[in-house]
């Protein structure tokens, strides 16, 4: 059978595409793991913003596929919808197969609403699934047996059994040759990405992993790793991403996944990894001049917040608490940044504000922090996606004020506080995070001089919209800019 599987457009405002233009990488697990006389192209279509429309119709012509397979998020809900009915009028004879987060914890939302968009949904892993799905297809036999999976019968969805987590023993390498689009970057180095782990055993309450595979962690083989990193190079990346939702659950194990990338001489490439604060506080005096000499280059640290209160909130205390010799508890972020710091390795600062109890106070503790210790501001809003405990919690307390899910993106704010309006606590994110990303970019010239000097203008342009010579000179009110950013926000959101 001829498949084709796409991602979506659509980009948050940390990820500008002008910079940044990441892989999906379920895409090409989905792609390696078919049975192999299957014809499969991948697009991610971050690659084609501007062109949408034409190049989703331009493969529609050139592949004539069977299957069309979506991977979405909830805020691309409204582009992955506008994509289906673009298919069904293209090639109305294509299946069409959803998976991805917002489908598996939200299946009503492509199952009920008229018209009726996918014809089937393949909820949580999706490797098995796809391909016995595949398989159904091709020889005309049931579905009412594949777990995991959601498929349309007439008029309604019928919704197979839950399939488990599965150890990733049987996973084969991802099938990067399927890939028909070009320009993957950060900053100017082709990227790509690779996972070493899946699963998670924290329960924060604002994450949609335990709802979509449970708590868990698989991992797989080192020598599986350096393959798939290898395979990644030989494709053209410089750069490699860690997609895995939390590498640090075995500290030990990445400390030798480390040496192994020194080993192999991988370690001329450059990595950028998601890691937990309590870890790198723990065993930062070893583990960061390790990862430094493995080459890694960015860590992504998910601080969420420096309050107590907060921390309770978002159940994420766990994970930023480090044991002194006392037995005291302390937060870990401050120990985790200086060890990256002092290896070089730049800190990604994840912070989550606007939560129930925040006050204008709260969430400018917060700013302050990261001015004053991170590199990259990576500062969220609480967000309720499909199936977290923060989503219930949210709709208990009456504090969801949008219900439009492409402002779900993580900068929008889209649920208030008991002290603060939506509006309020956007401003004061937006407002800080513009100078705090300002500052990082002589580091960055320094890093990408190529990249930086060809592209600082757009950069600095993106960073600053909605500014205007007159506010840049303070002669301008901010709320009159921040109008203007959010105008953009809202126009920039219609892909196709
Ligand atoms: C790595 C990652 C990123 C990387 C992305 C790198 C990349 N290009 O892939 C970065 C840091 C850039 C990122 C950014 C964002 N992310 Co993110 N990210 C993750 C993370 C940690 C892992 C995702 C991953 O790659 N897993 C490995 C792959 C193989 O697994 P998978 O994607 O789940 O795919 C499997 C199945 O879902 C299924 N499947 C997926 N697609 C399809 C399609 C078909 C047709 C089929 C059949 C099956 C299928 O099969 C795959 C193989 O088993 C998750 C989860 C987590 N713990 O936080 C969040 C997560 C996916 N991100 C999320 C969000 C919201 C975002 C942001 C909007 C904001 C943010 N929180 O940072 C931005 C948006 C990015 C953009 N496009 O602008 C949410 C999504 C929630 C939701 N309901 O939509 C998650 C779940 C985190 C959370 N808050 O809970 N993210
Ligand atoms: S530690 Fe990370 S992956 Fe694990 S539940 Fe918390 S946010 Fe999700």
């Known amino acids: 059978m001829r498949i084709l599987l796409l991602s979506m457009p659509d980009s948050f405002e940390h990820m500008p595409a002008l910079a940044i233009r990441m892989p999906n990488g379920a895409l090409t697990t989905l792609a390696g793991n078919v049975d192999p006389h299957h014809d499969v192209a991948v697009a991610d279509l971050i690659l084609v913003r501007e062109k949408v429309r034409q190049t989703v119709e331009r493969l529609l012509v050139e592949l004539q596929p069977d299957v069309v397979g979506l991977s979405v998020m909830t805020f691309q809900r409204k582009t992955a919808r506008k994509i289906c ?167 030990r194990r990445f400390e030798q996944l480390c040496q192994a990338i020194i080993d192999a001489g991988l370690n001329r490439l450059e990595y950028f990894v998601q890691a937990m604060t309590s870890s790198i506080a723990k065993h930062g005096a070893t583990l960061a001049p390790l990862m430094r000499r493995a080459g890694f280059k960015y860590a992504f640290l998910g601080i969420e917040n420096i309050l107590d209160e907060d921390l309770k909130f978002l159940r994420a205390a766990a994970k930023n608490t480090r044991r002194e010799n006392g037995g005291q508890k302390r937060n870990a972020t401050v120990q985790a940044i200086e060890w990256l710091h002092r290896n070089g390795i730049w800190v990604v600062g994840g912070l989550i504000v606007g939560n129930p109890g925040d006050t204008r106070e709260s969430i400018e503790t917060n700013l302050e922090f990261a001015r004053r210790y991170v590199d990259w501001p990576y500062i969220q809003h609480p967000t309720p996606y499909p199936g977290t405990p923060m989503t219930k919690d949210f709709e208990q307390r009456d504090l969801i004020a949008s219900r439009e899910m492409e402002e779900y993106d993580g900068t929008t704010a889209v649920v208030r506080t008991e002290h603060l309006s939506c509006e309020e606590i956007e401003f004061l994110r937006w407002k800080a995070e513009r100078w705090i990303k300002l500052r990082h970019f002589p580091k960055a010239f320094w890093h990408d001089p190529r990249f930086v000097f060809g592209h600082g203008k757009d950069m600095l342009a993106h960073t600053f919209r909605g500014s205007s010579w007159k506010s840049l000179l303070g002669l301008e009110d901010e709320h009159a800019v921040f109008a203007r950013y959010k105008g953009i926000r809202e126009r920039e959101r219609k892909y196709l």
């Open 85 to 251: 009915e673009l298919i069904r009028a293209k090639r109305p004879g294509a299946r069409i197969v959803l998976g991805g987060y917002d489908p598996s914890l939200a299946p009503e939302a492509y199952a009920c609403t008229p018209p009726l968009t996918a014809d089937f949904i393949v909820r949580g892993e999706g490797e098995s699934c796809f391909s016995e799905l595949l398989r159904a297809l091709e020889s005309g036999g049931a579905f009412d047996q594949i777990t995991g999976l959601s498929f349309r019968q007439g008029d309604r969805f019928v919704q197979n059994p839950n399939r488990p987590a599965s150890a990733l023993a049987d996973i084969k390498l991802p099938r990067r040759s399927a890939r028909v689009l070009t320009g993957y970057t950060m900053l100017g180095r082709p990227i790509d990405v690779i996972e070493t782990s899946r699963g998670c055993t924290y329960d924060c309450s604002f994450c949609s992993i335990i709802e979509m595979r449970g708590r868990n962690f698989y991992t797989y083989s080192i020598d599986r790793v350096l393959a798939d990193i290898q395979d990644a190079r030989d494709h053209g990346a410089r750069t490699i991403f860690i997609v895995d939702d939390n590498i640090m659950l075995n500290v």
